[in-house]
């Protein structure tokens, strides 16, 4: 849909027989083209479930009983029958995502169109979505066309994988065929890592797509593998050699840069807490990755040990300092937020005037100093006169990063860092992260990217409905993923495969990849 | 209230208005009286009384101003007048069901762009207040001053005006589209969802609406005590 974002097309370019340059978006859209985007809650124009999936149809002006018939219908497809009547905002993000992935389907799509369906759920709910949309191309017969960086996932229900690279199609062709490609890492393109690790072990045909693909490959696979080829495999990312970068406050806490003792918090006019009895110490140098549902109390429990909400009940001190009793202009100086959208971060109307901004209690030359230094690591240097809103996402979020840096905080928070992400920016994070750790910097990162967790973290808090289900080390995925798993932690892929080489009574240890290579190496 | 049909919802809500603003002391009891009712029936109480709590700086400063210039009946006049308004706005806007309120603007005949205008209007309300929310506590967390004396204030708050407004510029734009991708506009008529029913209970509400307005309203003027804001 071509005149959503304009520009200049060249070349020919026909769906589903129309010219999309002659025919405008509602027409197409009439003509059988759905389209689903990365935040339903974006989208939606009802108020309640049946309105939101009525909409598409209304627009056709067909008639109510038909209306009525196709939400019916949608509902079933998605498995939400008798949901009609819900408030969409009172819904789960993975069942908003089915509401809107319905109202799709209530148009009879003979295409589908999807931008990151699952890029705001965790792994359990995008593997539901991801199997039901196999589901409903399956009955409905729908071409489906979908953009997605959660490739373990995905590939194996593809049909055909179209790899872009600079704006140009590299490859296309079944996954199994696409990702056999070694070169695909070398251009940037992800593979699924327990595919890396396949080709790595040059196991033969077909090739694996999944950790489970995978494990049964190599229980299957007779004698050692001829060659093992260690290059560009993934693994846990090398912090930078680079000095580390201090925060300011470090060591007032007593070696616990954020402790929440029994904490609980209900918002006003509620009589449910957000979050009940909530417990745990985090030292300086640690990564901690909060997961949990959506609606769990993940961004209450945040904006708790930040300061910018107070307990109702128990304490929290952030960097020794009482949060209920101390001015936030103190608590500011030793806290720092990156939100999940950086677009609401970005004040300035330059990248380096950007990373001054919060250093306006340092004298000017210390505070350029330290935005020198900045720029240098995170390799802003060529777009420091640029307007930050005018960058690309993984550039604002590096510069939204930097500057919550710049303050050197003892406690940073991380509000889903790698949405939209693909695994270099990914990977990148993940070293701006350790490194800012190797400081004494705590991080506690929201996340539903399970390589995320597993490579940046050193621990995960499970929350669930408001209360702390587990809070364990992420060593577990080494020793014992299955007790990461049965806590509801998502495994990344070399985890999962260990476990269930495991699983298939070849007992494997392995968090990263060379870890599993080693371990399959004879 | 909140069981009415829509259309007799706003009716409701428009005899309120009309009488608070164009009414004397007689058209204002009869305001708060209807205010009274819509309140206690959309059981708002809790969240009006936070209200009444905000408005109250604002009601005395009115009054104080008015007392100061000669005019103390004024003043308090004012002062009710902005809590009768207030509160019957709070009370529509917390009970007042969107899509039922579609339905009654289609019922209407109002061409459903302009309803989509004004639904989507108030539903970037929440949505900015929440992303305000996520940009001023980002902010204050690098040490920008949004407290304080006025002038720092306003310094702090100018910074968030454009990350607010990208912000919701895109999220119009994302919202444009998704209703552009479900057909909105493919065809020239578009399906009235759902059907309502006008009920008796709806007739008696509104009956008692209009003819209490309609009723002081002619006395007050018949009698030549009205004070309104409104001329008529």
């Known amino acids: 849909m071509p005149q959503f974002s304009g520009g200049r097309l060249a070349g020919e370019l026909t769906v589903l027989g129309h010219d999309p340059t002659r025919m405008p978006p509602r027409e197409l859209a009439a003509a059988g083209v759905g389209l689903l985007f990365q935040n339903p809650l974006e989208g939606f124009v009802a108020e309640r479930v049946a309105g939101e999936v009525a909409f598409g149809p209304e627009n056709l002006g067909l008639p109510p009983a038909e209306v009525e018939a196709r939400v019916a219908a949608g509902l079933d497809a998605v498995g939400l029958t008798g949901f009609g009547e819900r408030r969409l905002r009172h819904l789960s993000t993975g069942q908003q995502q089915r509401v809107a992935l319905a109202a799709a389907l209530a148009l009879r799509p003979r295409l589908l169109l999807l931008d990151e369906p699952t890029a705001h759920l965790d792994e359990p709910t995008a593997r539901e979505i991801l199997a039901l949309l196999a589901r409903v191309r399956r009955d409905s017969g729908a071409a489906v066309l979908l953009s997605e960086h959660r490739l373990g996932i995905v590939a194996p229900l593809a049909d055909r994988t179209l790899v872009l690279a600079g704006g140009r199609l590299l490859r296309d062709g079944h996954p199994r065929d696409v990702f056999a490609d070694p070169s695909l890492p070398s251009h940037g393109i992800p593979v699924p890592r327990a595919t890396r690790v396949a080709l790595s072990l040059h196991l033969p045909p077909p090739l694996p797509l999944t950790p489970q693909e995978f494990a049964a490959r190599v229980v299957s696979r007779r004698g050692p593998p001829d060659v093992l080829d260690v290059a560009c495999l993934p693994g846990r990312s090398q912090e930078s050699a680079l000095a580390p970068l201090p925060p300011q406050g470090a060591g007032q806490g007593n070696g616990v840069a954020l402790l929440c003792e029994d904490v609980s918090f209900a918002y006003p006019g509620t009589t449910v807490p957000a979050v009940s009895s909530v417990g745990f110490a985090l030292r300086h140098g640690e990564v901690a990755a909060l997961v949990g549902p959506s609606g769990a109390g993940k961004s209450t429990v945040s904006r708790l040990a930040l300061g910018l909400l107070r307990p109702t009940s128990g304490q929290i001190a952030l960097d020794g300092l009482p949060t209920h009793r101390t001015p936030f202009s103190a608590l500011a100086r030793v806290g720092g937020l990156v939100l999940q959208n950086p677009l609401l971060q970005l004040l300035a109307e330059r990248v380096d005037d950007e990373l001054l901004l919060g250093l306006r209690h340092l004298p000017l030359a210390q505070g350029r100093s330290r935005v020198e230094q900045l720029l240098e690591t995170f390799r802003l240097g060529d777009l420091r006169a640029r307007h930050p809103l005018s960058l690309s996402e993984g550039q604002r979020r590096r510069v939204a990063l930097a500057a919550v840096l710049a303050r050197r905080p003892t406690v940073l928070v991380l509000d889903e860092p790698t949405l939209g992400q693909d695994e270099s920016q990914r990977d990148a994070l993940v070293r701006l992260v350790r490194r800012a750790a190797a400081g004494g910097t705590a991080v506690l990162a929201i996340s539903h990217d399970p390589e995320f967790v597993n490579d940046a973290c050193d621990r995960v808090l499970v929350l669930r409905a408001g209360r702390l289900a587990a809070d364990l080390p992420m060593s577990l995925a080494y020793t014992d993923p299955a007790r990461l798993e049965a806590a509801g932690v998502g495994l990344a892929e070399v985890p999962a495969a260990a476990l269930t080489l495991s699983r298939l009574g070849r007992p494997t240890l392995a968090r990263y990849a060379p870890e599993l290579m080693a371990a399959l190496a004879p | ?232």
């Open chain 2, 1 to 232: 209230m909140t069981q009415l049909d829509p259309r007799c919802q706003m009716a409701w809500l428009a005899a309120t208005l009309l009488v608070a603003l164009g009414g004397g002391e007689g058209g204002l009891a009869t305001a708060a009286l209807l205010a009274a009712v819509t309140i206690l029936t959309t059981r708002t109480t809790r969240g009006w009384l936070r209200l009444c709590a905000v408005l109250l700086p604002l009601v005395l400063l009115v009054a104080l101003l008015d007392t100061l210039a000669g005019h103390p009946a004024a003043g308090l006049r004012t002062g009710a007048r902005l809590v009768v308004l207030a509160s019957i706005g709070y009370a529509f806007a917390r009970s007042a069901d969107g899509e039922a309120l579609i339905a009654g603007l289609r019922a209407m005949r109002v061409p459903y762009p302009i309803v989509f205008v004004l639904v989507v209007g108030a539903r970037f309300v929440p949505a900015t207040a929440a992303d305000l929310a996520r940009l001023r506590d980002a902010a204050r967390l690098r040490g920008l001053q949004l407290d304080g004396p006025p002038w720092r204030q306003l310094a702090g708050w100018r910074l968030l005006l454009v990350p607010l407004l990208v912000g919701t510029v895109r999220r119009g734009l994302q919202l444009g589209e998704a209703m552009e991708a479900r057909a909105l506009g493919a065809h020239p008529h578009r399906t009235v969802g759902r059907r309502l029913t006008w009920r008796r209970r709806d007739t008696l509400a509104l009956a008692v609406a209009v003819i209490s307005v309609g009723v002081i309203l002619t006395w007050e003027r018949w009698t030549g005590l009205h004070h309104s804001y409104v001329r008529w």
